[in-house]
């Protein structure tokens, strides 16, 4: 009888085990996605940030543009 037991002990360490491997594997891939979010969020600030400098030089040359003709007027 005790080997039995100790088998059972055997068996619930290795599924213990094997949990533990498994909420391992799913915390690195939770901290991977989380650093994959991280850096496409900053793409996202960064292109943004350019498109609004793009946006601002339009503004600023159509206003340009709008002085010139009530100038002209």
Do not use: W
Not at 2 to 16: C, F, G, T
Not at 21 to 47: F, P, T, W, Y
Not at 59 to 69: E, L, R, W
């Amino acid at each position: 009888m005790p080997k039995v037991e100790q088998q059972n002990n055997d068996d619930d360490n290795e599924v213990s085990l094997n949990q533990e491997c498994k909420e391992n594997n799913g915390r690195e891939e939770e901290e991977d996605s989380m650093e994959e979010q991280k850096v496409a969020l900053i793409a996202l600030i960064e292109h943004r940030s350019r498109e609004l400098q793009h946006l601002k030089q339009r503004v600023s040359y159509y206003q340009t543009q709008v002085a010139c003709f009530l100038s002209c007027l």
